[in-house]
């Protein structure tokens, strides 16, 4: 079984101020973990990806992610948010082998505030 | 690079109406998703695909039927619509089951009354 929990439905930050969003996963083996954003009236678009090869993830957009095992995370963070962050981000999670179900979690809207 | 197109954008039922959705690929992507979106309840998968003339069920597929006759396309169909399948229904492909992530369409936007 797997699942993401995605703390916060909605998060404010000023503009140029940190981001971060915070994915929690459950996953009974070793994870693919996804970060997507969706703009309004749009479709999810990839902004990073964890597969394993490094813990540090960098995305598109200036966003980048650190995947913790040992506190089963994979939060998304921004140094300096832009008007047009302002979005709602999902955390995702799949496993390795063959056709595997992704997960997403509820998402989280992110408002920049000028 | 059309990628993922869905068509309508738009549509407004009545209930015990039927219709279609269509999601057409154009980068020769073996597997194909329908979700639906709900506020506060993230993607949910209705059915998918893993090839050409292959359907599977997802999480919540009653209600919705599939078909995939030829690769670029999957349709999703409602023979008789609830206001329940009021949703934000995205269709979504890939090439290698979904370790490289999905490519998303813009979604239809269906409201059954």
């Known amino acids: 079984a797997q699942s993401v929990t995605q703390l916060g439905s909605h998060v404010s930050v000023s503009e140029g101020a940190l981001v971060l969003l915070r994915c929690n996963y459950s996953?009974?083996?070793?994870?693919?973990l996804f970060w997507y954003v969706q703009y309004p009236n749009q479709g999810l678009q990839l902004l990073l990806k964890?597969?394993?090869?490094?813990?540090l993830v960098k995305g598109i957009n200036g966003f980048e992610a650190e995947f913790k095992k040992s506190e089963t995370s994979f939060h998304l963070t921004k140094p300096s948010a832009h008007m047009s962050d302002a979005a709602e981000y999902f955390c995702?999670?799949?496993?390795?082998?063959?056709?595997?179900?992704?997960?997403f979690g509820t998402g989280t809207k992110l408002q920049v505030i000028p | 690079n059309a990628g993922v197109t869905q068509t309508p954008k738009f549509r407004v039922l009545k209930t015990g109406q039927s219709m279609t959705l269509l999601c057409a690929q154009d980068?020769?992507?073996?597997?194909m998703y329908w979700y639906r979106q709900d506020p506060g309840m993230g993607l949910r998968l209705i059915h998918y695909?893993?090839?050409?003339?292959?359907?599977a069920k997802g999480e919540v597929p009653d209600g919705y039927n599939v078909s995939r006759l030829k690769k670029q396309n999957f349709l999703l169909g409602l023979e008789s619509a609830a206001p329940s399948q009021t949703s934000v229904y995205f269709c979504?492909?890939?090439?290698?089951?979904?370790?490289?992530?999905?490519?998303f369409g813009s979604g239809t936007r269906l409201t059954v009354v």
């Open positions: 979504a492909s890939n090439m290698d089951n979904g370790l490289n992530g999905y490519t």
């Open positions: 964890y597969t394993s090869a490094a813990t």
């Open positions: 695909s893993v090839g050409e003339g292959t359907t």
């Open positions: 995702a999670v799949t496993n390795g082998g063959g056709y595997q179900k992704v997960t």
């Open positions: 980068m020769n992507h073996e597997y």
């Open positions: 996953s009974s083996v070793p994870p693919y």
